[in-house]
């Protein structure tokens, strides 16, 4: 049973170019979470969504960032004109229910994508 | 606005003492979570506490849960070096889990 997927596992970009990170939940997952981690810090949540629906993007600047979970395939977290302040760890999280971890239900997370923003 | 505050953000000891990390809000939580983190990889969870002043044990860790559910404490006794690498408490905010601002472990033999 294949865990969460996200790849790539490392994206170098240049200052104004796009970023596109995947990730594919777990078998059965509905939900996704996307988080962002600075060095030495906890992860920052960003978005929450569905299957084709964001439930949740409380976390997302308001500019350049994107996320999406269609119908079929990975969900993609998109950043647009990246800036050096947008280099970090990408964690994705899935769980199969919509409550998942309110429920004690856990996520289990992908191993991350770790963007560097020359 | 930090939920979740850890102390101390970092600590490096010696092979066999023990330590306690700490996790506080004012806020009130139906249950906490612990997670380790290794480098480059996800947080793997570790525990979920739900009761008030709850204890549990998982071999040479031990979690609390405060009376309050405001906070929670996490205590390693004879820590090794496998025991390195952040540690994040996380709990539910509305529909999704937070976490707080990590506790970096040092273990040297």
């Known amino acids: 049973n294949a865990g969460v997927m996200q790849n790539p596992r490392h994206l170098v970009r240049r200052r104004g170019q796009e970023a596109r990170l995947r990730c594919s939940p777990m078998?059965?997952?509905?939900?996704v979470y996307w988080y962002r981690q600075l060095p030495e810090e906890g992860l920052k949540f960003m978005v929450y969504l569905q299957k084709e629906n964001i439930i949740d993007e409380s976390g997302m600047p308001k500019e350049r960032f994107s996320a999406e979970f269609p119908k079929e395939g990975p969900s993609i977290l998109r950043i647009q004109q990246v800036v050096r302040g947008d280099s970090a760890a990408y964690f994705c999280?899935?769980?199969?229910?919509?409550?998942?971890?309110?429920?004690?239900?856990?996520?289990?997370f992908g191993s991350g994508t770790q963007l560097s923003v020359l | 606005t930090q939920l979740l505050e850890q102390s101390p953000q970092f600590l490096s000891i010696q092979e066999g003492e023990n330590l306690t990390v700490y996790c506080n809000s004012s806020?009130?939580?139906?249950?906490l979570q612990w997670y380790r983190q290794e480098p480059g990889e996800g947080p793997v969870l570790l525990v979920t506490v739900v009761t008030g002043g709850e204890v549990k044990k998982l071999k040479r860790l031990t979690f609390q849960f405060g009376d309050a559910r405001k906070d929670s404490s996490l205590h390693i006794t004879a820590a090794q070096p496998g025991d390195t690498g952040l540690y994040l408490c996380?709990?539910?905010?509305?529909?999704?889990?937070?976490f707080g601002t990590g506790t970096r472990l040092q273990v040297f033999p």
């Open positions: 999280a899935s769980s199969p229910t919509l409550q998942g971890a309110l429920n004690n239900e856990k996520l289990f």
């Open positions: 996380a709990a539910v905010n509305t529909d999704k889990l937070i």
């Open positions: 806020s009130v939580f139906s249950s």
């Open positions: 078998k059965g997952h509905s939900h």
